[in-house]
């Protein structure tokens, strides 16, 4: 069983940067086998797609909502993927998930999620 542990989210103000990780603790799972995700999910709303990352990080995603403000990256010797959030707004609070793209589409293995928080 994989396990995601997401961490790094907070209370900021709008503008503010925050830096989120997710580190998978499976010593029998391959981390760089696989292009990994993050999501996030705000109150009273569905979970959406915020970003991937290709296994070897040669292909990213972002959503249209937070292209040029956040990036994703990976490090595949330390088993971590990475958010880097700048410009932050608002609307960006919600609980953030990382999560394996276990096949095209097909996302698995969620952790816990980090909290996200921007006041005005």
């Known amino acids: 069983q994989v396990q995601l542990v997401e961490s790094g989210g907070g209370l900021v103000q709008a503008g503010d940067s925050l830096r989120l990780s997710c580190a998978a603790s499976e010593r029998t799972f391959t981390f760089s086998s696989y292009t990994m995700g993050w999501f996030r999910q705000a109150p009273g709303k569905e979970r959406e797609f915020v970003s991937s990352?290709?296994?070897?990080?040669?292909?990213?995603r972002y959503a249209d909502s937070v292209k040029g403000r956040i990036t994703i990256s990976r490090d595949n010797a330390k088993n971590t993927v990475y958010l880097q959030m700048n410009s932050l707004k608002p609307e960006d609070t919600a609980v953030y998930y990382c999560?394996?793209?276990?096949?095209?589409?097909?996302?698995?293995?969620w952790g816990q999620g980090t909290q996200v928080t921007v006041s005005r």
């Open positions: 990352i290709s296994r070897f990080g040669g292909s990213k």
């Open positions: 999560a394996v793209e276990w096949s095209p589409g097909s996302y698995r293995y």
